[in-house]
């Protein structure tokens, strides 16, 4: 029987024998008198599953307003920083009837990006017209191969490979299977339009962590995330989860400590103008307090992910596949910093690089070079001094700071090596690193 649960945000609330709060409450309507409907939503999880997805849900369409008020109430605080995504309009991101007029339900996608931990494949420009990267060090089709030791950056696993590219191929089997019975379906995947957290929360596939992100119960967090928006009026998932966020996390605080910068503020509160993942996308110069806690990442922060318990419980239980043939782990940063304009898109043309300019992949990468870098190394020194030389003054700021943290570095280290020397070294870098971080591990 279809459930009808537009008059209701999140329309059920949560199994009392599970979690020790009120069952569920819905509202039905006689609709699906011969069972299409019951059997169109099974074959839409199985066509998923089939497809990949590591879990799929349903959820009724209806607008997110607790969701709303908070995105509205964030934006006042400030906490987006210059962030705009969801939070560009949050009246459209929450109301899937913005997507398709007349939707009824949300069949919500999650796929997994948990792989093994590799640094052996680095990034290349494509060669030849080939698009598929390969595992080679460098940018530059002159490249000798790799170096040992040569200073690397680091990329955070979700955009390591297109995984969200993996997500949207699954979803689409998914309506097409819709539109054959007749029904209108539009896939949403990493857009602006849909809170896709929130949509994968009132679906039942998991509940929110005090890091805010997903988890899956069992599974974790290293999830992306995606929704079919479709007048087909199916039938609701169970939650599997508290309504709550961080009710399942019990007294743990590990993604909290775990944090370099102290962005996790509340529980499920995020302060963008402190976290890592936001601040490496933004324009404009990295704000000096936080170069340090940078560390080697030049694209995204795993650190409340890699401290959670229950990721670390999945990681024990069921072994992660390998990496994807051509997938980015790391990034030569001398490389980074010689590439041009068109060899740095066509190299990461499918993340969010602000305003699509490649001088904000340039400048993460000199905070990373002053953080893991040597300034013995002629090649490192050469580098810092042609851009803190340049014309472009956000650069040059950038460059000189990496220079002068090094410079740091050298001074402080007994042998005078510089302990930046090597990939991933350098305060900061890796796992646990910057103010608070070891408590967890």
Wanted: proline residues 7%; negative net charge.
């Amino acid at each position: 029987m279809a459930v009808d649960l537009a008059v209701r945000d999140v329309g059920t609330r949560w199994p009392c024998d599970h979690w020790g709060v009120p069952g569920p409450v819905v509202y039905r309507t006689p609709t699906d008198a011969d069972g299409s409907l019951s059997r169109l939503g099974a074959a839409a999880r199985q066509i998923g599953l089939d497809a990949g997805l590591a879990a799929v849900g349903i959820a009724s369409a209806a607008i997110f307003a607790e969701t709303r008020e908070v995105l509205h109430a964030r934006r006042r605080d400030g906490l987006h920083s210059t962030m705009e995504f969801t939070y560009r309009n949050p009246d459209r991101s929450t109301d899937p009837g913005r997507i398709l007029e007349g939707a009824r339900s949300l069949v919500v996608g999650a796929w997994g990006y948990r792989r093994e931990d590799s640094t052996g494949s680095q990034v290349t420009v494509p060669v030849d017209g080939d698009s598929t990267p390969t595992d080679t060090t460098s940018y530059l089709s002159h490249s000798s191969g790799p170096t040992p030791n040569k200073p690397t950056g680091t990329v955070a696993r979700y955009a390591r490979h297109d995984y969200y590219g993996s997500l949207r191929r699954a979803l689409d089997q998914i309506a097409d299977r819709l539109r054959a019975d007749g029904w209108q379906a539009i896939v949403v995947v990493d857009d602006n339009a849909l809170v896709d957290r929130a949509a994968a929360q009132r679906a039942g596939l998991g509940w929110f962590g005090k890091n805010s992100l997903l988890l899956l119960p069992g599974l974790g967090s290293w999830y992306v995330l995606g929704s079919v928006v479709t007048d087909a009026p199916l039938e609701p998932s169970t939650p599997s989860g508290p309504p709550q966020a961080a009710e399942g996390c019990g007294s743990c605080r590990r993604c909290i400590t775990a944090c370099p910068t102290g962005a996790i503020v509340a529980d499920g509160v995020i302060d963008a103008r402190r976290c890592l993942a936001w601040l490496v996308q933004a324009a404009g110069a990295m704000p000096v307090e936080f170069r340090t806690a940078m560390g080697s990442r030049i694209y995204g922060c795993d650190e409340c992910q890699e401290a959670c318990p229950i990721n670390r419980v999945a990681d024990r239980r069921h072994r992660a596949p390998a990496p994807e043939p051509g997938a980015v782990a790391t990034v030569d940063l001398l490389d980074l910093l010689a590439a041009s304009d068109d060899e740095l898109i066509d190299a990461h043309g499918r993340w969010y690089i602000a305003k699509r300019d490649p001088r904000y992949l340039r400048r993460n990468a000199l905070v990373a070079l002053g953080n893991v870098g040597d300034l013995q190394d002629p090649e490192t020194l050469a580098a810092l001094d042609r851009w803190a030389e340049g014309d472009d003054e956000l650069l040059a700021e950038h460059a000189r700071w990496a220079r002068d943290q090094l410079g740091r570095l050298d001074r402080a280290s007994p042998s005078g090596a510089g302990p930046g020397a090597g990939p991933g070294a350098g305060p900061g870098a890796g796992a646990g690193a910057g103010p608070g971080a070891g408590a967890t591990r």
